[in-house]
């Protein structure tokens, strides 16, 4: 059953706050991933992130007065798939930022509201015009120039993000499905439970750097062994744990209030601070290709974003006037 969405002022101003809250937080966990990258193994930063957010929702839960009851739920099949698609794009997306520019893999990476938009006609019936559907063949556009063609491990990182963006817009999907019955609370605790898991058993498994044989640096990242932390770097630790908790918190609700097309364009507010956090972390700036592809695509977002505006606001004015 499709369900409608709350399209009240006050409804849709808090989506639209807990999107933009939740992108630029969720940058955070970006760049501090990005600077861990290069000492620790992915199934390490994962586990240690997932124990520190899983913490922070506790206490989060216990401060709400909604109750731990809320994580009690029937629907451990929608959660496992969305647990695994989460998994998939998180793997795929940080595997991708170890050997590009934050930057670049952020702004491709934002090809995933135009998923959404794709989705979100197959999955929840909404409808899309021919306005959308040129946008999103620009956005396709900005991605082809963001691959390069030529630059092998760019290309290859690039498509690692085109994947974790389809598996990013299919868990926002799914959180649309499993609204009314699970809190963003209850979304949020099943996502870092398995990622306690697996990380955990990634550890147990690949934790000796047993299966390091490739020379490549998303491989290694992948399967380097095990690193007890920097006592330096224990506070990126923290940082990346608790922008992933509440930054998923945030944007999860908003996909819980709001239209899917809706919440999806704000979600572009984390590409200025993408480019910020790597000029200021890592003193890397887009060069022309990149600016290309990043104005492609966050320009078909925000036409996108924009032309849902103009939709609601004439279909409102119809349902006024009486028109059919």
């Known amino acids: 059953m499709t369900v409608t969405p709350d399209t009240s002022p006050q409804t849709r101003l808090i989506g639209i706050l807990l999107a933009l809250g939740g992108a630029v937080t969720l940058s955070v966990n970006d760049v501090a991933v990005k600077f861990l990258s290069g000492a620790y193994p992915l199934h390490e930063i994962i586990l240690f992130r997932a124990v520190i957010g899983l913490s922070f929702l506790m206490v989060m839960i216990k401060l709400s007065g909604t109750g731990f009851g809320q994580l009690r739920t029937r629907r451990f099949k929608g959660h496992a798939f969305r647990v695994s698609v989460i998994l998939v794009s998180n793997v795929a997306y940080f595997l991708a930022l170890r050997v590009m520019p934050l930057a670049d893999a952020v702004a491709v990476a934002y090809v995933s509201p135009l998923f959404v938009t794709l989705l979100s006609v197959a999955f929840l019936g909404e409808r899309i015009g021919l306005h959308r559907w040129g946008a999103i063949l620009c956005g396709f556009v900005g991605v082809l120039i963001m691959v390069r063609p030529g630059q092998g491990v760019v290309q290859m990182a690039t498509i690692l993000v085109l994947i974790s963006s389809f598996c990013y817009a299919t868990s926002h999907m799914m959180t649309r499905r ?147």
């Open 178 to 324: 499993m609204r009314n019955t699970e809190s963003a609370f209850t979304l949020s605790f099943y996502v870092q439970i398995g990622f306690v898991i697996v990380s955990a058993l990634m550890g147990v498994f690949a934790g000796d750097g047993k299966f390091l044989t490739a020379d490549n640096a998303a491989l290694e990242f992948l399967l380097r062994p095990w690193v007890w932390p920097d006592p330096a770097d224990i506070p990126v630790f923290f940082a990346t744990g608790l922008a992933v908790s509440l930054g998923g918190l945030m944007v999860s609700q908003a996909y819980r209030l709001c239209e899917a097309g809706m919440v999806a364009g704000f979600e572009y507010s984390g590409m200025p601070m993408a480019i910020l956090w790597g000029v200021v972390i890592f003193g890397v700036w887009p060069d022309r290709t990149a600016w290309s592809g990043i104005t492609l695509i966050v320009g078909a977002g925000l036409y996108t974003l924009w032309r849902e505006t103009v939709r609601r606001e004439r279909s409102r004015f119809d349902s006024r006037s009486g028109r059919v």
